[in-house]
T-cell receptor, first 113, second 113 residues
């Protein structure tokens, strides 16, 4: 069975440009997460979805970040405009339920120049 | 606010040695604790999940213990191998306020031949 799929794996953009990341969770997993991981740090939750509903987006910088999971399956995270400080790895994870083991994708490494 | 600390930040051991990684958390009202492994440039792989009612979990050469009252967990790796070289992260799940997984900063392990 395929794991969590993310694309692209790497992205280099100039500041003020928009960027989007895509995630396809494990089939049947209702809960989807987006995390941000800075170098040498653990992941930090940006947003959690239960099916198509965003149930925890308290850490999402809403002035520039947005996310959607329209059909309750795959999800897109967007940054517009990107800032230098957004350079990090963006991880997607999924689980059957909110208290179950989370399975992570390989991440998208974003570099903002 | 839940804070998770991992000690040491980095560890280098010779092949074959048994080792212990430590994790502490400030709020003992957790639902479960998970240990993850992260290889360079990769996502996280779940190793062990311990429910709050459990004391330990074992998988192969790995054994994780949990002392919820003191806010501590250890990951024991027996007979370490070079393939165990990676960053190990612990994370605690708190259900109050919406099922949030809080990660430590990780222990970077290097097992040398």
């Amino acid at each position: 069975e395929a794991g969590v799929v993310q694309s692209p794996r790497y992205k280099i953009i100039e500041k003020k440009q928009p960027v989007a990341f895509w995630c396809n969770p494990i089939s049947g997993h209702n809960t989807l997460y987006w995390y941000l991981q800075n170098l040498g740090q653990g992941p930090e939750l940006l947003i959690r979805y239960e099916n198509e509903e965003a149930v925890d987006d308290s850490q999402l910088p809403k002035d520039r970040f947005s996310a959607e999971r329209l059909k309750g399956v795959d999800s897109t995270l967007k940054i517009q405009p990107a800032e230098l400080g957004d350079s990090a790895v963006y991880l997607c994870a999924s689980s059957q339920g909110p208290a179950d083991t989370q399975y992570f994708g390989p991440g998208t490494r974003l570099t903002v120049l | 606010k839940q804070e998770v600390t991992q000690i040491p930040a980095a560890l280098s051991v010779p092949e074959g040695e048994n080792l212990v990684l430590n994790c502490s958390f400030t709020d003992s009202a957790i639902y479960n604790l998970q240990w993850f492994r992260q290889d360079p440039g990769k996502g996280l792989t779940s190793l062990l999940l311990i429910q709050s009612s459990q004391r330990e979990q074992t998988s192969g050469r790995l054994n994780a213990s949990l002392d919820k009252s003191s806010g501590r967990s250890t990951l024991y790796i027996a007979a370490s191998q070079p393939g165990d070289s990676a960053t190990y992260l612990c994370a605690v799940l708190v259900t109050g306020g919406g099922n949030k997984l809080t990660f430590g900063t990780g222990t970077q392990l290097k097992v040398e031949l």
